[in-house]
């Protein structure tokens, strides 16, 4: 049954698409360059997606909890749950599943052949890295009214010492909407789970949900329930009460098997009481979410682009009433005398555009640098730091049983673990200030080009309407150079409705706003850079295993099993960093792709806007009446048409 919520939230979409819709037809006989723009935008906001990336480790409950909001085994899932590859689940009225393989080609498969060939077996001998290598992603159709209007649900391969799936898990958390970071209740918030809330928390994402799984087993478990369950709950209040803010019904206890078995028996769907799980009032949370918060968010950036083309044609309306008594004789004469200096503004942008992409390589070359200086400071105290580690009290001769090699293996690679990740992490805070100064840099370094735009478009515009323009008072507000990095800043931040908001707050916070979501991602895909084979994770589970092996040949000291475990990983970090080179400064590049793209793209908008201003007045005397009446109607029409947009948007 349809959530009423979610129907409302659809039914506003759809007024706020069809006022877009009758804006869009009132440029029209105004021959204004937007009606495209405004049907593209009608177009997204009904049917725009919106990505929520299921997060956690290996047999985390991820794919369970997912199939239990599905309502039935949809996902791969065995007793230690295992999704190969990355899955999206969107909406569509019959299940299906699609395969896209990494040359572009596709292949539809039903539910039961996508579990029966990406579920990973136990006697699966096949390297995943082989079994799934040409598989970029699958994408699972089904009839979940939480899917409509766009929602996207990314099930990730999960986070674990497999180099290969932590890596592509990794890399979907800058395009994330929205993330749901599974939890195990019977192993709560290990190490790499700190890790990936760290970036969660780095990368600025405040839309968080916490479901942590398997609470049921604790209490099946634990000697005593009721004082486990509080020991758990006071560690969940303590480590994400913080991330989640004022929002607490982000974090809940659910019980994904349970509401599962609830709404799925013996092959058919069934109706059994699936409260006591906590899987409905979870879903309640997030649907709640998804028509709130997430509109919210889409409703600011149609304001901010409706609010954009108002601008651009009350300039239109202002250049046709300043150039009414000019006729389109002389009209057309100043165009064809002002074409050397709108080439001029077009290579001023150009300029731009070249300084920016030197500004990305730059900072690619910086960040490598930066980060193997940091390692190879990390090398050097390695020593001190695996003699400090504590193994507990091992005899030589209890080092050659099993259990006592498992013990010190286990206490050595999580303290090592633990030591490099508290490291990697203030390497990456590091990189926000580093970003924020190199923005800031960029900014100044533009702003004389921005200048200079700003004085050949008055001079273009001064002389095509005779200093007509210049009778009126310019608006104040950001400069251009501030209104170009504002576009950019909006880009990174994903609200540029926000920025236009903010200006009230200050230009320099919302710049150091950009610079800490871009220095926190790039630390992110900088370190994600390095998990992939060895990997520093998988690196040192085997100098660990390495080690190890020295006692059972001869070595009967354990401090011999650290000087071996120092030494072997003296020059191993900074050798990975350096062989990765090309990658780390493609990762740095890709993440400051947005940032760049749309400040280019704002200098070029600018420059290719005034060369159209000018081209429509031409087109309009030339296809219409130049008439009070009919002139001033259109222009009534369009105003109409804003304001009853701007009142839906309200």
Same mark, same amino acid.
């Given at each position: 049954?349809?959530?009423?919520?979610?129907?409302?939230? !659809?039914?506003?979409?759809?007024?706020?698409?069809?006022?877009?819709?009758?804006?869009?037809?009132?440029?029209?006989?105004?021959?204004?360059?937007? @009606?495209?723009?405004?049907?593209?935008?009608?177009?997204?906001?009904?049917?725009?997606?919106? /990505?929520?990336?299921?997060?956690?480790?290996?047999?985390?409950?991820?794919?369970?909890?997912?199939?239990?909001?599905?309502?039935?085994?949809?996902?791969?899932?065995?007793?230690? $749950?295992?999704?190969?590859?990355?899955?999206? =689940?969107?909406?569509?009225?019959?299940?299906?599943?699609?395969?896209?393989?990494?040359?572009? %080609?596709? &292949?539809?498969?039903?539910?039961?052949?996508?579990?029966?060939?990406?579920?990973?077996?136990?006697?699966?001998?096949?390297?995943?890295?082989?079994?799934?290598?040409?598989? #970029?992603?699958?994408?699972?159709?089904?009839?979940?009214?939480?899917?409509?209007?766009?929602?996207?649900?990314?099930?990730? $391969?999960?986070?674990?010492?497999?180099?290969?799936?932590?890596?592509?898990?990794?890399?979907?958390?800058?395009?994330?909407?929205? =993330?749901?970071?599974?939890?195990?209740?019977?192993?709560?918030?290990?190490?790499?789970?700190?890790?990936?809330? @760290?970036?969660?928390?780095?990368? +600025?994402?405040?839309?968080?949900?916490?479901?942590?799984?398997?609470?049921?087993?604790?209490?099946?478990?634990?000697?005593?329930?009721?004082?486990?369950?509080?020991?758990?709950?006071?560690?969940?209040?303590?480590?994400?009460?913080?991330?989640?803010?004022?929002?607490? #019904?982000?974090?809940?206890?659910?019980?994904?098997?349970?509401?599962?078995?609830?709404?799925?028996?013996?092959?058919? $769907?069934?109706?059994?009481?699936?409260?006591?799980?906590?899987?409905?009032?979870?879903? &309640?949370?997030?649907?709640?979410?998804?028509?709130?918060? /997430?509109?919210?968010?889409?409703?600011?950036?149609?304001?901010?682009?409706?609010?954009?083309?108002?601008?651009?044609? !009350?300039?239109?309306?202002?250049?046709?009433?300043?150039? !009414?008594?000019?006729?389109?004789?002389?009209?057309?004469? /100043?165009?064809?005398?002002?074409?050397?200096?709108?080439?001029?503004?077009?290579?001023?942008?150009?300029?731009?555009?070249?300084?920016?992409?030197?500004?990305?390589?730059?900072?690619?070359?910086?960040?490598?640098?930066?980060?193997?200086?940091?390692?190879?400071?990390?090398?050097?105290?390695?020593?001190?730091?695996?003699?400090?580690?504590? =193994?507990?009290?091992?005899? +030589?001769? &209890?080092?050659?049983?099993?259990?006592?090699?498992?013990? *010190?293996? @286990?206490?050595?690679?999580?303290?090592?673990?633990?030591?490099? %990740?508290?490291?990697?992490?203030?390497?990456?805070?590091?990189?926000?200030?580093?970003?924020? !100064?190199?923005?800031?840099?960029?900014?100044?370094?533009?702003?004389?080009?921005?200048?200079?735009?700003?004085?050949? &478009?008055?001079?273009?515009?001064?002389?095509?309407?005779?200093?007509?323009?210049?009778?009126?008072?310019?608006?104040?507000?950001? %400069?251009?150079?501030?209104?170009?990095?504002?576009?950019?800043?909006?880009? *990174?931040?994903?609200? $540029?409705?926000?920025?236009?908001?903010?200006?009230?707050?200050?230009?320099?916070?919302?710049?150091?706003?950009?610079?800490?979501?871009?220095?926190?991602?790039?630390?992110?895909?900088?370190?994600?850079?390095?998990?992939?084979?060895?990997?520093?994770?998988?690196?040192?589970?085997?100098?660990?295993?390495?080690?190890?092996?020295?006692?059972?040949?001869?070595?009967?000291?354990?401090?011999?099993?650290?000087?071996?475990?120092?030494?072997?990983?003296?020059?191993?970090?900074?050798?990975?960093?350096?062989?990765?080179?090309?990658?780390?400064?493609?990762? =740095?590049?890709?993440?400051?792709?947005?940032?760049?793209?749309?400040?280019?793209?704002?200098?070029?908008?600018?420059?290719?806007?005034?060369?159209?201003?000018?081209?429509? *007045?031409?087109?309009?005397?030339?296809?219409?009446?130049? %008439?009070?009446?009919?002139?001033?109607?259109?222009?009534? #029409?369009?105003?109409? @048409?804003?304001?009853?947009?701007?009142?839906?948007?309200?």
């Amino acid at each position: 049954m349809t959530d009423p919520s979610l129907d409302a939230f !659809r039914a506003q979409q759809h007024r706020i698409a069809a006022a877009i819709d009758t804006l869009s037809a009132a440029t029209e006989p105004l021959h204004a360059p937007h @009606a495209e723009h405004l049907t593209d935008l009608a177009e997204r906001t009904r049917n725009g997606t919106f /990505r929520v990336v299921l997060l956690g480790c290996f047999s985390s409950g991820k794919s369970t909890l997912l199939n239990a909001l599905l309502g039935r085994p949809v996902l791969p899932v065995k007793v230690n $749950p295992c999704t190969a590859v990355l899955t999206e =689940v969107v909406y569509a009225e019959t299940p299906a599943v699609t395969i896209h393989h990494t040359d572009g %080609t596709t &292949r539809d498969l039903d539910i039961d052949s996508f579990i029966a060939e990406f579920q990973l077996s136990g006697d699966d001998t096949t390297p995943e890295l082989d079994r799934f290598s040409g598989v #970029d992603r699958a994408v699972v159709g089904w009839p979940l009214d939480l899917l409509k209007n766009g929602v996207v649900l990314v099930d990730t $391969p999960g986070l674990d010492d497999d180099p290969i799936r932590t890596e592509r898990t990794l890399s979907t958390l800058p395009s994330a909407d929205a =993330v749901l970071m599974v939890l195990n209740a019977t192993r709560f918030l290990t190490a790499l789970e700190r890790q990936a809330i @760290a970036s969660l928390a780095a990368l +600025g994402l405040n839309t968080l949900f916490f479901p942590i799984a398997m609470a049921d087993l604790v209490d099946a478990l634990a000697d005593d329930p009721a004082a486990a369950r509080r020991d758990l709950e006071a560690r969940a209040d303590s480590h994400l009460a913080g991330l989640v803010g004022e929002h607490s #019904d982000r974090i809940h206890w659910v019980n994904g098997r349970g509401a599962l078995r609830a709404r799925w028996v013996n092959g058919a $769907p069934a109706s059994g009481d699936a409260t006591a799980t906590g899987i409905p009032a979870f879903e &309640r949370a997030l649907t709640t979410f998804l028509v709130h918060d /997430r509109g919210q968010a889409r409703e600011r950036r149609i304001v901010d682009a409706v609010d954009s083309i108002r601008l651009d044609l !009350r300039e239109r309306k202002a250049l046709e009433d300043a150039t !009414r008594a000019t006729s389109l004789d002389d009209l057309i004469q /100043r165009r064809v005398e002002l074409q050397p200096q709108l080439d001029r503004i077009h290579a001023v942008a150009a300029r731009i555009e070249r300084q920016v992409s030197a500004f990305v390589t730059q900072q690619g070359a910086e960040v490598w640098e930066d980060l193997r200086s940091f390692l190879a400071d990390t090398e050097r105290i390695l020593p001190t730091v695996v003699a400090e580690i504590d =193994v507990g009290n091992f005899a +030589g001769l &209890r080092l050659l049983l099993p259990s006592g090699r498992e013990a *010190v293996e @286990a206490r050595l690679r999580d303290g090592l673990q633990d030591w490099l %990740t508290e490291r990697l992490q203030r390497w990456r805070d590091g990189c926000v200030p580093r970003i924020n !100064r190199a923005l800031t840099e960029l900014r100044d370094e533009l702003a004389g080009d921005a200048t200079e735009f700003d004085t050949l &478009r008055a001079d273009v515009l001064d002389a095509f309407t005779a200093g007509h323009m210049l009778d009126s008072e310019p608006e104040q507000g950001p %400069t251009t150079n501030e209104r170009w990095f504002a576009v950019a800043i909006g880009a *990174v931040l994903l609200s $540029p409705g926000t920025v236009a908001a903010g200006w009230n707050q200050g230009y320099e916070g919302i710049l150091k706003g950009a610079a800490g979501r871009l220095g926190a991602r790039i630390g992110v895909v900088a370190i994600g850079a390095l998990l992939g084979p060895p990997g520093w994770i998988g690196l040192v589970v085997y100098i660990v295993a390495d080690a190890v092996v020295v006692l059972l040949t001869g070595g009967t000291q354990l401090t011999r099993t650290r000087e071996r475990l120092a030494a072997a990983l003296q020059g191993q970090l900074v050798g990975q960093v350096t062989e990765q080179r090309e990658q780390i400064e493609q990762h =740095v590049s890709d993440a400051l792709q947005p940032f760049s793209d749309a400040l280019t793209q704002a200098c070029q908008n600018d420059a290719t806007a005034l060369t159209a201003q000018l081209d429509a *007045v031409l087109l309009a005397r030339q296809t219409l009446d130049d %008439t009070t009446v009919s002139r001033d109607g259109l222009w009534s #029409d369009l105003d109409d @048409a804003l304001s009853t947009t701007a009142d839906i948007l309200s």
